[in-house]
């Protein structure tokens, strides 16, 4: 059909035939003059094959699609990831009275405390926390277990208000000062469940924020009072336990089958963790602004950095030291959660040693090494005085009871 509608005309030389290849359309000079304008070779231009591009382009838009709504939508899963580093001294303010009775000396390299983040995930953001290596990625109970979020958040803000009182108490007895510290009010912070509970469990029958003012017939104020008691008994009995609920005045009796310690498999335990309630008593106030930061373990920061704030030269010996562990009354540094995430923080600020707690499992500690490499010390502490000896051995300054006037 096409040979009769278009005549090549044998003229047409190979040059012409080149030429053509290279322009889409011939020109005059490359076809005889005998040729009329209808019988001009017209060759169309190569059309590309673009079958894939549609297809290619809606996977795309899929893939953008749904990243865009994977990002919005929460889910209920948590991150254990690292935090902040920040500088302790910077949150210190001493009123009038204080000042009165004390001296401050701005340190030129201040302690560090360091924070986990724990906030909630979105769909995306729970899958990229799979595949990261330093973030945890917890389900609902693995975070709050047996409470709820508003629960949990009020025990930590509290935690970390108990947490500076007992680094300022023993900051200040280290100094010298008149300060004392008792236990308060006998109040559930947590439960102990079991895998498969049994109906006089305490998990069952008791509740977070309950103050326990009763065990099997006798008073009790405070958990010294209920310590003693415990020798006595064995998992499986079941004792009365007088509660006050929180937010109420009633007084309620509950019978609690009593269980092993998973912990221990030789002592008795109620099936709960007591809040700490304790008491302290100091010459004066430092205020230490931690806003919206939970939970205990920036104790043995807050210590150190309160006797570098309050003695002259420096404490750290010029070092950036960074600091994590709870603190007791009696000067004992306490475990924390959250070690390896903590470790990348403190490693990311540049600081050269990180005091963390001796009584954390021997898989954390050396996880925490891996992580902190040839760059960053972890120096595990059990007490407050093995962390003035290792700063002394930095070039720090000594801590005396003599280092101001009383």
Not at 258 to 280: C, E, K, M, Q, Y
Not at 307 to 316: C, H, N, Q, R, S
Request: glycine fraction near 6%; hydrophobic fraction near 45%.
């Amino acid at each position: 059909m096409l040979s009769t509608m278009i005549a090549i005309d044998p003229t047409v030389t190979s040059k012409t035939v080149s030429d053509m290849s290279i322009d889409t359309t011939t020109t005059s000079s490359s076809v005889s003059p005998e040729m009329s304008d209808e019988h001009q070779i017209v060759i169309a231009p190569r059309q590309r094959n673009m079958w894939w591009a549609i297809p290619m382009l809606t996977i795309v838009w899929l893939i953008t699609g749904a990243m865009i709504i994977s990002s919005l939508v929460r889910v209920n899963y948590w991150e254990v990831a690292p935090g902040s580093v920040e500088q302790v001294s910077s949150r210190f303010s001493f009123d009038k009275d204080a000042l009165q009775l004390a001296d401050r000396y701005k340190p030129t390299s201040p302690v560090l405390f360091v924070t986990a983040y724990g906030s909630k995930l979105s769909a995306l953001d729970a899958l990229l926390g799979t595949i990261d290596p330093d973030v945890d990625v917890l389900n609902r109970f693995e975070k709050f277990g047996a409470v709820t979020p508003d629960q949990q958040r009020t025990v930590g803000f509290k935690a970390m208000i108990t947490a500076k009182q007992i680094a300022e108490y023993v900051a200040l007895r280290r100094l010298g000062y008149e300060a004392s510290i008792s236990f308060g009010d006998l109040i559930i912070d947590r439960l102990v469940c079991e895998t498969q509970p049994r109906p006089l469990s305490a998990c069952l029958q008791l509740a977070v924020g309950d103050m326990i003012t009763s065990f099997d017939g006798t008073e009790i104020s405070t958990l010294a009072d209920l310590l003693p008691l415990m020798s006595d008994y064995s998992p499986g009995d079941v004792v009365e336990i007088k509660i006050t609920p929180q937010r109420s005045l009633e007084t309620i009796t509950k019978d609690v089958e009593l269980i092993v310690s998973p912990d221990d498999p030789n002592r008795t335990i109620i099936g709960i963790w007591p809040a700490d309630t304790r008491i302290v008593r100091l010459p004066f106030e430092v205020d230490i602004d931690t806003d919206l930061i939970g939970g205990p373990s920036a104790g043995l920061a807050f210590t150190l950095a309160l006797l570098d704030e309050l003695t002259p030269g420096e404490l750290t010996g010029g070092v950036k030291v960074a600091a994590t562990g709870t603190i007791d009354g009696d000067e004992t540094v306490g475990a924390i959660g959250a070690l390896r995430q903590k470790t990348v923080a403190v490693k990311a600020s540049g600081a050269k040693v990180f005091f963390v707690p001796s009584s954390q499992s021997a898989e954390e500690l050396e996880a925490a090494r891996r992580v902190a490499g040839s760059k960053l010390r972890i120096a595990p502490v059990a007490n407050l005085g093995e962390a003035l000896a290792i700063l002394k051995e930095l070039g720090g300054s000594d801590i005396s009871n003599d280092a101001i006037e009383l």
